[in-house]
């Protein structure tokens, strides 16, 4: 493996300043339709070096899927300079195409047509992959993604999680540098979900593919990267691992108890509050940084336990944190500015 457009030192994926402006025509009453302007990436800066899992994280419309487009050559930045090993996606997206794999969570890239297997001699011929290495790549993903008994499945009969480990075997077939994927979980129960993070782990620590991962679930995040970029706006807001993520949003656990009966808010637990009551079941705020097991013994003390599970913030909720804290000074040298409050 190895880049020939690229030394080995230089970041693989290279984004600065990078824009994307989408006009867009909307309808103003009845009759009229006036041009708009959507910013959905507005002066992003970002390097990853070869070998590195990014998580790359934002609320809706953030701008994420917009950037992986860009970073695979499917649309053209409107400013600023994108290169990945080397290459200018949108003006060399083919050549790119050997050295990059690419997972669309939200559609897939096979043949819905055909059986799975036959979707993959495509790809074979379409990247002109050698019979040898493309016997290995497929034996492998088939193995660690359970593919044997879907080879001859139409795709369009898969399920969901199915036809998402195809999707993803498709992308490593020719043994791609750098993988992007699209919200690769989404939609998938919690065994499909393990069964493509090992995956992935594997992939990025056996081959080194350097692998973009765009994600809801912040189990992925904690489970596949050290590191994570989190955009709002088009812009970078964060850029660091989850632990600084965390301090940044200053954020809060949540002590879910299930009481014996429906009992007013619980009161007199030190370090928590009560924030929502649902029958017999309430929800207790706390620091991130604190342990949850002495609010369990104070709880317990008092309170007709039944069952408790303490639970992270999701992903939309350190991002709204990270707003409403100051969460600045965590956005990385080089990085693009936070937006005004
Ligand atoms: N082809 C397009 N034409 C016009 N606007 C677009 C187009 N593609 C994206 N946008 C807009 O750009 C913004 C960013 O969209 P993008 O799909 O990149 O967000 P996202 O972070 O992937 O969101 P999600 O988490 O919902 O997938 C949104 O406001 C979206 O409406
Ligand atoms: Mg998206």
Redesign the pocket.
């Known amino acids: 493996m190895g880049g020939t457009d690229a030394a080995d030192t230089e970041p693989l994926i290279e984004v600065a300043g990078v824009e994307k402006v989408?006009t867009?025509r909307r309808k103003v009453g009845r009759l009229r339709r006036a041009r708009h302007q959507?910013r959905?990436v507005d002066g992003l800066t970002f390097q990853v070096p070869r070998g590195e899992m990014v998580g790359y994280i934002?609320p809706?419309?953030?701008?994420?899927?917009?950037t992986i487009k860009m970073l695979t050559g499917i649309l053209t930045p409107s400013g600023g300079r994108l290169r990945v090993a080397g290459i200018d996606p949108s003006r060399e997206r083919t050549r790119l195409a050997r050295r990059i794999g690419v997972v669309f969570g939200q559609r897939t890239t096979l043949w819905w047509d055909l059986p799975l297997k036959d979707s993959y001699e495509l790809v074979r011929r379409m990247y002109r992959v050698p019979a040898g290495a493309f016997r290995t790549n497929l034996d492998r993903c088939v193995e660690l993604l359970d593919l044997a008994p879907l080879l001859d499945v139409p795709v369009r009969q898969l399920s969901l999680g199915q036809r998402m480990r195809g999707d993803i075997a498709a992308a490593l077939l020719h043994d791609p540098e750098v993988l992007y994927l699209d919200e690769p979980t989404i939609g998938l129960d919690v065994i499909s979900k393990a069964k493509v993070r090992a995956f992935l782990h594997e992939v990025n620590a056996e081959r080194g593919t350097t692998v973009l991962l765009t994600t809801?679930d912040l189990t992925d995040i904690e489970q596949l990267c050290r590191r994570v970029m989190v955009i709002d706006h088009g812009r970078l807001v964060f850029d660091g691992d989850l632990a600084g993520l965390r301090a940044a949003a200053d954020g809060e656990r949540l002590l879910v108890v299930d009481l014996a009966a429906e009992l007013p808010p619980i009161e007199g637990v030190p370090g928590a509050r009560t924030i929502k009551v649902d029958g017999p079941r309430q929800w207790l705020a706390f620091p991130a940084a604190d342990s949850a097991a002495p609010l369990v013994t104070a709880v317990a003390a008092r309170y007709p336990l039944v069952d408790l599970s303490v639970r992270e913030p999701d992903v939309e909720t350190l991002i709204a944190e990270l707003y409403a804290g100051g969460g600045a000074a965590r956005v990385a040298p080089g990085g693009a500015t936070r937006p005004a409050p």
Do not use: R
Request: hydrophobic share 40%.
């Open positions: 989408f867009v959507v959905a934002g809706n419309g953030a701008g994420k899927s917009t809801h």
